[in-house]
Each structure stands twice: as C-alpha cells, then as structure tokens.
C-alpha cells in the first residue's frame, strides 16, 4: 500500500513539474513571438476597416493610424513596426492590451483628423461630438453600426455630459463585445469546431456585423 501511494504521489509530481514546463516554455514562445499582441491586432483590423485621409491617394489603413495614436503607443515600448498595416515578425511596438475607453478615443481622434496638440481637444468633448466624427469612417458597414450606437446614446442624453458619457458607454461596450466575439472565433476556427467559417471574409464579417448580438 506505501509503495502505490509513493508511486501515486511520484507520477503527480511528474505530471505537475511537466505541464509547469510545458506553460513556461509556451509563455516564452508567446513573450518572443508576441502572439498576444499579434493576435490582438489582428482580430482589431477585422473589427475596425476601412481607411484614413493622410494626405496620399490611397490614404491609411484606420486600423494602422489607431495603433500609431500616442494614446495607443503609450502602452508600447517602442513605435509599431507596420508595413502595409501589417505587423512583421516580432511584432515589435505592438500592445498587448489596450483598454476600452483608450481605444474609443484614439478612433474618435483618428477620424476627427487630429495632427497635432494644437488641433486637440478634451476626451469629453471629443466623444460629445462623436457623430461627427463617425460620419468619417469609410467602410459602410463599421459607419452603420457606430451611427446607430450614438444615435441611441444621443436621444438618451440630456446634457453634453450626459451625451460624453452614454456615447463613451456605449462604444466601449460595442469594442468589448467584438473583441469577445471575435476571439472566440478564432479560438473556436483553430480547434475546427466553426464549420462555417471557411474564409477570412467570412470570420470578419461575424466580428463586424450587428451591434447588439
């Protein structure tokens, strides 16, 4: 019986020291290559398309000039290294978490056309005025669903305060609900169990559409 139990208690300690192993090597596999942040971008550039004016004929991918916002490299170490709004490699400069409300604004303040600080106005404002703002996103689809969710929050409002506060509330709500949603297509498209996401369009379209779902 002592020797089954010292057998028992010998395979548990192999077992834990092994997957203790196997998580270290996997977070430093994940440190080296980034995958978080890699990860995080990508499922934010099926969320967030379209493009911005910078002065070019074929303008700037949105997702691109949000990552290059200083609110948004303020959560990096360094400058994004993007190429044709791609990360390389290492994915260096890129975040891996960036929160809600920090999103919200650096979009509001892509699309508004901020240059510089002389151009820049209060995050309150900014979100109070955010209907102008929305009105210049190209894509169709992403243009829609931003309207109706300031729509909404304007008719709720009474004041600009209030109008500031249910516009922040409810676009952070909208980013935190795709990031979810998208995440867990893409969880669920490497694990084979979406049979029905056959193509990139495909997952995009599931991460951009509706709202409220």
């Known amino acids: 019986m002592t020797r089954l139990l010292d057998v028992a208690i010998g395979v548990t300690l192999l077992y834990l020291t092994l997957a203790l192993l196997v998580t270290a090597v996997q977070e430093l596999l994940a440190s080296a290559f980034a995958t978080r942040a890699r990860r995080l971008y990508q499922v934010l550039a099926d969320v967030v398309t379209g493009t911005v004016d910078d002065g070019t004929s074929s303008g700037k991918l949105l997702i691109q000039a949000i990552y290059e916002h200083p609110l948004v490299l303020s959560l990096a170490d360094r400058e994004a290294n993007l190429k044709g709004g791609k990360p390389q490699l290492f994915a260096r400069g890129l975040p891996s978490y960036i929160p809600s409300r920090t999103f919200v604004v650096a979009l509001l303040d892509v699309l508004r056309g901020t240059k510089n600080a002389t151009d820049a106005i209060g995050a309150g404002q900014l979100l109070a005025t955010a209907r102008d703002s929305v009105s210049k996103v190209s894509d169709p ?15 709720l409002a009474g004041t600009v305060n209030e109008r500031s506060k249910l516009v922040s509330e409810r676009l952070e709500t909208w980013f935190n ?18 049979a029905r996401v056959r193509s990139g369009r495909d997952s995009r379209l599931q991460c951009r559409l509706d709202p409220r779902r």
């Open 177 to 194: 609900d795709r990031m979810a949603r998208c995440l867990r297509l893409v969880q669920a498209a490497r694990a084979g169990g979406f």
């Open 141 to 155: 689809e992403l243009k829609r669903v931003l309207m109706l969710l300031v729509a909404e929050a304007e008719q």
